[in-house]
């Protein structure tokens, strides 16, 4: 039996929450879910119970996601290695065919997860309804094989999804302008999506408390980063591996107009309700500048 205090807790968090789900009622949100948030089934059931309750108080949620480590897991399994150029993997005919299966089984995986809370979900991949899109990306100078570029969103499908009261599900995959298929890297395919949407509001779940001075040692997480500083930290190489292409999507969201812009622990319970629905915030929040923080500390 729960005490009294608990029941008074809980009534509070819900009325901190009133503002939050006023802000951002029939606003276009974007998740983007991969890394280790993903291997766990039960921080993937919590990931999307929370992504349903953002539908649910009236919001517009649409998820973006990846699965490198299913894939990577996968092409074990075949016998392949995954090799990796700034991040990105590196896509020859097989790998394209190995991972855009993975893909869908983690699409699909995610709609099940979605259904069955009894909230209305579509999976689709960048190829349907011409939603990504794109050209050759080159890492570094060095042709990587078939992954792309993302040159355009037809936000066409998602807008009908979304009107229709569906949480939209997108795989990174595509197509280039001769319909060959594509390996898009999750995070820019939700940072285009999100663009193009003209989304309020994007959020990375990552596999780290957020973007850290030290990576090594989760008490110099910093809260908020405005585009100067980012800019500051990558310079001076305080910011690389996966988190490098992470915030400069997150650079490009911010510069292409979605105001809020987060990096949030994707390990962490419920880290999508703390983020939105609690004044303090969590992870790191990426703004244009300072004056536009919108969590109290
Ligand atoms: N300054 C930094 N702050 C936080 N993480 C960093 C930083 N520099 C490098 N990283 C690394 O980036 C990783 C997150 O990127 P990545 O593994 O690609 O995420 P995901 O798989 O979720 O897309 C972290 O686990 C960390 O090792
Ligand atoms: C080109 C490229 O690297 N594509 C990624 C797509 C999946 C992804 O990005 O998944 P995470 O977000 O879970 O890392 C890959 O093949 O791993």
């Known amino acids: 039996m729960e005490s009294m205090e608990e029941v008074m807790f809980k009534a509070q968090t819900l009325i901190e929450a009133l503002p939050y789900i006023r802000e951002f ?3 276009k949100v974007v998740v983007k879910y991969g890394g ?17 309750l953002l539908k649910l108080v009236g919001m517009q949620p649409i998820i973006v996601h990846g699965g490198g480590k299913e894939i990577s897991k996968w092409m074990g ?15 020859d005919e097989e790998t394209m065919e190995i991972a855009e299966m993975v893909l869908g089984k983690v699409n699909k995986g995610l709609v099940q ?10 999976g689709l991949s960048g190829k349907d309804g011409g939603i990504l899109k794109v050209e050759k990306k080159l890492a570094n100078g060095q042709d990587i094989g ?7 969103v037809n936000t066409e499908l998602i807008d009908t999804l979304i009107a229709n009261d569906f949480i939209p599900i997108i795989a990174p995959v595509g197509l280039d302008k001769d319909y060959q298929t594509y390996n898009i890297n999750a995070d820019d395919a939700a940072c285009a999506v999100a663009t193009a949407i003209g989304a309020e509001k994007l959020a990375f779940l990552t596999d780290i408390e957020g973007v850290c001075t030290n990576p090594e040692d989760k008490n110099t997480l ?3 980063l405005t585009l100067d500083e980012a800019d500051k930290l990558i310079e001076n190489g305080v910011i ?12 490009d969201a911010v510069n292409n107009g979605v105001s809020r812009v987060h990096i949030l622990d994707g390990r962490k319970n419920h880290c999508l309700l703390l983020e939105f ?3 303090r915030g969590i992870g790191t929040a990426i703004l244009k500048h300072e004056g536009m923080l919108e969590h109290e500390s």
């Not at 996966?242 to 999507?249: A, D, S, V, Y």
């Open 36 to 52: 280790s948030a993903m291997i766990d089934k039960e921080l993937q059931l919590s990931v999307i119970k929370d992504v349903a």
């Open 240 to 251: 690389g591996g996966g988190m490098l292409p992470k915030i400069k999507n997150c650079i």
């Open 77 to 91: 399994k075949v016998g392949k290695e995954s090799e990796f150029v700034e991040g990105l993997r590196v896509t």
């Open 277 to 279: 629905f609690t004044k």
């Open 146 to 152: 078939y992954v792309g570029n993302i040159t355009s």
């Open 25 to 27: 009622s029939n606003k």
């Open 113 to 122: 997860m979605v259904e069955k809370l009894g909230v209305k979900a579509v």
């Open 222 to 224: 910093i809260s908020v």
